[in-house]
């Protein structure tokens, strides 16, 4: 399995941007797709977007659509999201994950706390 560290949390006013990583080592030959998923306290963990990794392809949840950005690093084996004119609703501990391509997503980083204030 792939191992994932997840980083670029931190406290941002609303409208301001901010770029998480996550940098994974071990067994990235498997790798079909990397997400990012976020959980806000009182709420369950929720998809926000992943990352076909050999094809670049992309997909978004509604809510961050036009606003959030994935992205990946081959050389660097590091994936990126890119977060721009956030709103206090995205305030949430951000976990970034990988699957094969036959698999539900089974490695995950430690999670990164975003907080958005008003």
């Known amino acids: 399995q792939v191992q994932l560290v997840g980083s670029g949390g931190g406290l941002v006013q609303a409208g301001g941007s901010l770029r998480l990583s996550c940098a994974a080592s071990?067994?990235?030959?498997?790798?079909?797709?990397m997400a990012w998923f976020r959980q806000a306290p009182g709420k369950e963990r929720e998809f926000v977007t992943s990352?076909?990794?050999?094809?670049?392809?992309?997909y978004y949840a509604d809510s961050v659509k036009g606003r959030f950005t994935i992205s990946r690093d081959n050389a660097k084996n590091t994936g990126y999201l890119q977060m721009s004119s956030l709103k206090p609703e995205d305030t949430a501990v951000y976990y970034c994950?990988?699957?094969?391509?036959?698999?539900?997503?089974?490695?995950w980083g430690q999670g990164t706390q975003v907080t958005v204030s008003s």
């Open positions: 994950a990988a699957r094969a391509a036959s698999a539900s997503y089974d490695s």
């Open positions: 071990g067994r990235t030959f498997g790798r079909y797709a």
């Open positions: 990352i076909i990794w050999s094809s670049g392809t992309t």
